[in-house]
């Protein structure tokens, strides 16, 4: 069974900074790619960023220049540092580990974290 645990977020005043964690857990031979998503309320799930396994990084529009994501591949955890954060940076935060070689699985999997409040007030 794989999870994935997520740490960081809560209140944020605008134009401060955040660090999300989450870490995969479980018999994990590989994963592909780990990143963020969120969602605020009444909209869809949009990409943060991802990080592949070899460092290859893709980040959404809205928060190009001022995030950083990092992946430790030893224990299967990924990182994501945003810095002037806005009112509209609020949201539930997802992390994703997609393409998922697990013990005990036959194939790749994609899993989801249970998400983490941001919450930027204006």
């Known amino acids: 069974q794989v999870q994935l645990v997520e740490s960081g977020g809560g209140l944020v005043q605008a134009g401060g900074s955040l660090r999300l964690s989450c870490t995969a857990s479980?018999?994990?031979?590989?994963?592909?790619?780990m990143g963020w998503y969120r969602q605020a309320p009444g909209e869809q799930r949009e990409l943060v960023a991802s990080?592949?396994?070899?460092?290859?990084?893709n980040y959404g529009d809205s928060v190009k220049g001022r995030s950083s994501i990092s992946r430790d591949n030893t224990n299967n955890s990924v990182h994501l540092e945003m810095g002037s954060l806005r009112p509209e940076d609020t949201a539930v935060y997802y992390c994703?580990?997609?393409?998922?070689?697990?013990?005990?699985?036959?194939?790749?999997?994609?899993?989801w974290g249970q998400g983490t409040q941001v919450t930027v007030p204006s």
């Open positions: 994703e580990a997609r393409g998922v070689w697990a013990a005990g699985r036959s194939g790749q999997e994609d899993y």
């Open positions: 479980g018999i994990i031979f590989n994963i592909d790619v």
């Open positions: 990080i592949t396994n070899d460092g290859r990084t």
